[in-house]
């Protein structure tokens, strides 16, 4: 990002901006996206959060695109860079925290301990491989990650649709709540 961020004439302040309302998006959105896991079942909202990422992602990178090309600039494409960011950092959270929930839902007690290592794994090699591949198609031009980034969600959309069985939502009683009272100045708590 800090290449491109130079090239559209941005700043440091413009870029933690961006980067910020994404993050923000992220921390509202995540209590929602498990609360809809429960509600609508793990593979629809992984679904629904590939979806939401591509639309947003394509959206962020047609942002760049125009303003490489100096047919977006100043508050416009700062403005556009930030509402596409947020939307990115608001699906974001939908997919890790289905998949948590989806390796709970489909394995054993026995097996649960390797089903989220692997998905730790699969996050950690994200984080190393991206990068170096994002800096392989950066050689094209500095554009071209975010049509690779397109093109994977796209991939694993399909990827989850075709291939990734409905999981039995599997949804805990919650354990019954305590009601205190003040009785004669003393708080009594049933137990």
Avoid at 35 to 61: C, E
Avoid at 104 to 109: C, N, Q, S
Avoid at 121 to 149: R, S
Avoid at 151 to 162: D, Q, R
Wanted: hydrophobic share 55%.
């Amino acid at each position: 990002m800090p290449p491109l961020e130079r090239d559209l004439g941005l700043s440091e302040t413009h870029s933690g901006m961006i980067v910020s309302m994404g993050s923000v998006a992220m921390a509202f959105m995540s209590p929602l996206w498990g609360r809809w896991n429960d509600k609508f079942g793990r593979k629809p909202v992984i679904l629904v959060g590939f979806a939401g990422m591509f639309v947003s992602y394509a959206l962020f990178t047609v942002v760049i695109y125009a303003g490489l090309h100096d047919q977006l600039n100043g508050g416009d494409l700062l403005a556009l860079l930030i509402v596409a960011r947020a939307l990115i950092g608001a699906f974001i959270p939908a997919v890790p925290s289905s998949a948590q929930a989806y390796m709970a839902d489909v394995t054993d007690e026995q097996g649960r301990t390797a089903g989220m290592a692997l998905i730790g794994a699969a996050n950690g090699l994200g984080l190393v491989l991206g990068p170096a591949i994002a800096e392989v198609f950066a050689l094209i031009g500095l554009i071209w990650p975010l049509y690779i980034g397109v093109l994977l969600l796209i991939a694993a959309f399909a990827f989850v649709l075709l291939v990734v069985p409905v999981s039995k939502t599997v949804i805990r009683a919650r354990p019954p709540r305590i009601h205190c009272s003040a009785v004669f100045g003393f708080i009594c708590c049933p137990l």
